[in-house]
């Protein structure tokens, strides 16, 4: 037999040693399936990994080995594979996930160690079908009795991505549905015997359903994570359910899904312990070029597999020719998170720069540009706080700026409330955005908190956009702020835009991590003129930008040397900008 907790370990190891190529987040996978390994019999970790097990009808088996051996005995459904009527035969990466994900049980129960797995892996990598896989083993295999199996999605075509798959797979494996009792019907496959069933689902499934396994496909499509959530309430009942959650990056980090891979990611780097989640993320690293092959064969694990190495190379040279295609080239075969059509930040650079730990009390008295964007008082306005300084960079202790910005965003509490409005809610109650009473903006409370600012830092100006300064500017003034009224044009927007985002790229450039400021910066889109000039605008009107607005005014009046005693902020960013630039 086949040895595939072998074969999984070996590909963990290829990968740390560098012999197969992987991103960031398979190889802190791979360690923590090794690290795991050694955790077994410790008092502080209950796990065991792939121990022999009986089943309810008293035949043993081993864990790990048993989703991998129904995987191999399941037929192709597509292509020349299936016209030659082969079966399935799992890559090495394809063993290490099933391995990892169904192996590990708890030692004194034997349930299921992982509740909520997780691939986040480009477009014809074989998610779906390594998915239906899963929903047909734990249809007939785990021997959950009364199983529900739902493959959930937006709509019934993405639900039939994965159930479809699921059903020809049956109805080509007479001996799977003889063994089992299986029956492949138009709508659902069913399972008499044990009362079960496998069917797709579109939004939440109905009162009272209880899944023993459920399959979220393509989240980063979902705009509020109501059939996630429901799902995974819905299984309070099952001893050992699993929440398989399968997906592409998006373009729209506002949505659940962005924060959900955020969350993995933490627990994969140990910022976050949670001993009952798993997954793997194809992307990849920080640095890469994305035109390059490596990059390619990196970020897709099935290169030359089911992803054919032609189609891929054929498919970068368009986005090679044609920029406006290079968003969804990065997005769907390279697997990174792209905002906008022409983005205007490298977005993995844009977090990199992230600080949730910046205090705020280490910039006591240090001198201070505020930008404001005001242009809406039923939607986000932004308070954007931008300190300078000068800090010693590489062996010589040369000095180069550095910029660190504070955000503060505002809303109306009717305008939260809406459904469509999830991810507001959100932020509002992790803190990331202030919730103002009734229908408009409470432009007394901005006041109060610029106020607020002029107590802990010297407040060099005040920035605004003079659409959204009518109001407030002279009360601002009346207090004795220095008020600036920057006008929206490419003149005075476009070579702070420009110095932002190189100081972006060079990692000179923090915030607070702030996750309705990234999602904002990550919305502008940018076309240069015939000058080389830049302008920041957004795709469509749900995509708000004011955050970046705000802090491109703020980065505008420092960089006309209104912050610094020394001479003009331009002249020293605009030299390391060339710089950068010539690099």
Known sequence: MKDYVAIALQYAR??????IPACKWVRLACQRQLNDLDRQGTDDFPYVFNPQLTDVKGKQYYPAVRICTFAELQPHIKGDWAARGQRIKLEPWQCFFLVCAFGWVHAETGKRRFRVV???????????????????????????YGAEVYSGATSLKQAMEVFKPALLMARKSPEFRAHFGVLPNASNLAVLDTNSKFEPVIGKPGDGASPSCAIVDEYHEHNTADLYDTMKTGMG?????????ITTAGANIG?????HQGTLQKVLEGVIVDERRFGLIYTVDKGDDWTHLSSLRKANPNFGVSVNADFLLAQLQDALNDP?????????????????ASPWLNLQNLQN????????QDFLREAATLGLDLASKIDIASKMKLF????????????QTHYYLFSRHYLPGDTIDKPENEHYRGWVEAGALVRTPGNMIDLNQIKEDVQADAEL???????????GSREIAPALQADGFTVVDVPMTTRNLSEAMKVISALVDAGRFHHDDNPATVWMFSNVEVQEDRNENVFPRKGSADKKIDAAVATIIAVSRAMAGVTSDTGSVYDDIGREMAATQAA
Do not use: Y
């Not at 290829?14 to 012999?19: C, P, Q």
């Not at 949505?255 to 924060?259: D, H, I, Q, T």
């Open 255 to 259: 949505g659940p899904c962005f924060v």
């Open 118 to 144: 997780d691939l986040i892996v480009p477009r014809k990598n074989a998610k779906s079908t390594l998915a239906a896989v899963i929903g047909n083993f734990m249809l007939a295999v785990d021997g959950e």
């Open 237 to 245: 009942a099952r001893s050992q359910p699993m929440l398989l959650m």
């Open 457 to 467: 830092h010297p407040i060099s100006e005040v920035a605004m956009d003079a659409w």
């Open 353 to 360: 720069c992230g600080n949730a730990a910046l205090d705020i």
């Open 324 to 340: 406006r295609k290079q968003a969804v080239f990065k997005t769907k075969h390279l697997n990174i998170w792209v905002n906008a």
């Open 14 to 19: 290829d990968v740390l040693d560098g012999t």
């Open 388 to 399: 300078r300084r000068e800090e010693p960079t590489g062996e010589g202790g040369q000095l």
